[in-house]
């Protein structure tokens, strides 16, 4: 038995998984999703942003599409599972969420682990790559375009007649 504490506090030495080796806050779900880095091949889907932390953590995200709880469940169990047993092998200090590719079943573990190893290392290059790129041309959004006032997600105007945002009895009548 390794009786070694670990380094950082929620973290479990060894091949254990440890409350602080995974994604749990809504906040870090949503900087992931909004400012992360996509990869993937025909086993595994990530995507991949630093966390500021020394250890590397893992979520699980599974829609519904792929199948009742128990199909997503499983899913789940498998990419945490690969992860603890690869957890030594991949770099540190991001986190990553993993989410089956369409049209794909439960992968053999050992291809999901070979796999998960792979894309990660693949995706933190062009990570890497993309803030280095960035950092040489003074960008200062992550996608590299300059923030325009006024300007929203591309959806229409919420609520009122028509999307104007007035309530139809306080329209303009002409």
């Not at 900087?31 to 590397?56: C, M, S, W, Y």
């Not at 200090?93 to 439960?106: A, I, K, Q």
């Amino acid at each position: 038995m390794n009786t070694s504490q670990p380094k950082t506090p929620g973290t479990r030495p060894g091949q254990r998984l440890g409350p602080a080796e995974r994604v749990r806050t809504r906040s870090d779900f949503g900087a992931l999703f909004r400012g992360g880095r996509r990869g993937g091949d025909g086993v595994v889907r990530v995507i991949i942003a630093k966390n500021g932390l020394e250890q590397t953590r893992i979520a699980a995200a599974v829609q519904k599409r792929y199948g009742n709880a128990v199909r997503r469940n499983r899913l789940r169990r498998l990419y945490k599972e690969a992860f603890r047993h690869e957890k030594e092998r991949l770099p540190q200090g991001y986190d990553v969420v993993c989410s089956p590719p369409r049209g794909t079943g439960y992968p053999a573990l050992p291809e999901l682990r070979a796999s998960l190893v792979k894309v990660v290392a693949q995706t933190v290059a062009r990570l890497e790559e993309r803030q280095a790129r960035q950092a040489s041309s003074g960008a200062s959004s992550p996608s590299g375009r300059v923030p325009q006032p006024g300007r929203g997600r591309g959806r229409k105007p919420s609520g009122g007649a028509r999307g104007w945002g007035l309530a139809p009895a306080a329209r303009p009548r002409s």
